[in-house]
């Protein structure tokens, strides 16, 4: 039972990259699912949420319109598309499954934990 993020890398302010996670061992399909980054110096945060019980997405107030989530049931993958990356973006991205997810206060939380994690991927900003 595992996830592997991968897709993170280099990139100049204002660029674009696609993280995806693989999951394996599990479906995606019967947990939230989520991608979580942390700078250095920084705690982990969430950024976005799908949520098991309806498909409905989340997105915290610091990346809303610039990140989209998706999943491809298929593949049992997830996908974190990020675009006009700033450097305040860089930061190890984890994704994550867990119960439920949802927004309150601009954040993402995850309410009775989470039962996966991925290994992170490093996304640097940088000019």
């Known amino acids: ?33 989520g991608w979580f980054r942390q700078a250095p110096g920084k705690e982990r ?19 809303k319109g610039r990140f989209t989530i998706s999943r491809d049931s298929v593949k049992n993958t997830m996908y974190l598309e990020i675009n006009n990356l700033k450097p305040e973006d860089t930061a190890v991205f984890y994704c994550a499954a ?14 009775y934990g989470m039962d996966y994690w991925g290994e992170g991927t490093q ?3 940088s000019s």
């Open 45 to 63: 945060e969430g950024v976005s949420c799908i949520a098991q019980s309806d498909g409905r997405t989340y997105y915290a107030d610091s990346v």
């Open 98 to 111: 867990g119960v439920a997810c949802t927004e309150r206060l601009g954040i993402i939380e995850f309410d």
């Open 1 to 33: 039972v595992q996830l592997q993020a991968s897709g993170g890398g280099f990139v100049q302010p204002g660029g674009s990259l696609k993280l995806s996670c693989v999951a394996s061992g599990f479906r995606l399909d019967y947990y939230s699912i």
């Open 123 to 125: 996304v640097t900003v």
